[in-house]
């Protein structure tokens, strides 16, 4: 599908678009010498999306998806990622803000890392860093980075990480949230716990290169009540 990019960038997004457009922009300032493709997963928004202005691949998903099935849009982006060559892979959510520099930043502290079974590193550090998630690895802590062991969708990777997923997200079964409807949709759970049973590690930069404000969760309201995003 496309051949040598620096970067392919994944972005999910639902009734956002004004934090979209500002991502898209962010994106664009910034990677003026590098040769990219965006991909955007939009779980059938209500309000509406102007993107015709922008160089990039538009997935809609109706109906909604939501949370229970979230992982079949990102199984699906999997499957787009296996026809792209890329040198690196970037996963983003509509509503962050970009650190200046953001894209060299993540490339340097990603290349940084001395670990032949590292397969992937998170920009987006909160409070959640500082115990252990989804596994019982406590983190690790280095001078600008941690081993922290889990993964969600806010980080840089090679194409090795979906080759070792066989290029897939497992269904979730639906009664996860039988007892508990604020949990999360599964997908960081279920992508660290599978790393990790294939040998993998998983890290978090120490300093959030990424802004996320306490801004309502679109998809998961009340569990971010509790545990916030703020970077």
């Not at 508990?180 to 716990?193: A, E, I, K, R």
Request: some cysteine; overall charge neutral; proline content about 2%.
């Amino acid at each position: 599908m496309n051949e040598n990019l620096d970067f392919f960038i994944v972005i999910t997004t639902f009734n956002r678009p004004k934090m979209l457009y500002s991502l898209l922009g962010q994106i664009e300032k910034q990677t003026k010498d590098k040769k990219i493709k965006i991909l955007v997963l939009n779980d059938c928004s209500a309000e509406k999306y102007e993107l015709s202005n922008y160089d990039l691949i538009k997935i809609n998903f109706c109906p909604n998806k939501g949370k229970k099935l979230f992982w079949e849009i990102i199984d699906l982006s999997f499957k787009v990622c296996k026809k792209i060559d890329s040198k690196y892979f970037v996963y983003l959510q509509d509503d962050l803000v970009l650190d200046d520099d953001f894209f060299e930043k993540i490339i340097d502290m990603y290349n940084k890392l001395n670990d032949s079974k590292k397969i992937s590193l998170e920009f987006l550090t909160d409070d959640r860093t500082k115990r252990n998630n989804w596994s019982n690895h406590q983190p690790i802590y280095f001078d600008d980075h941690i081993k922290t062991q889990w993964v969600e969708l806010h980080f840089i990777c090679e194409k090795k990480f979906f080759d070792v997923l066989n290029f897939e997200m497992l269904p979730i079964n639906k009664n996860r949230w039988d007892n508990n409807p604020n949990l999360s949709s599964g997908v960081g759970q279920q992508l660290t716990q599978r790393l990790l049973n294939l040998g993998f590690n998983m890290y978090h930069t120490k300093k959030s290169f990424v802004g996320h404000g306490d801004h309502q969760s679109k998809m998961n309201e009340e569990e971010r009540k509790i545990t916030k995003l703020i970077s």
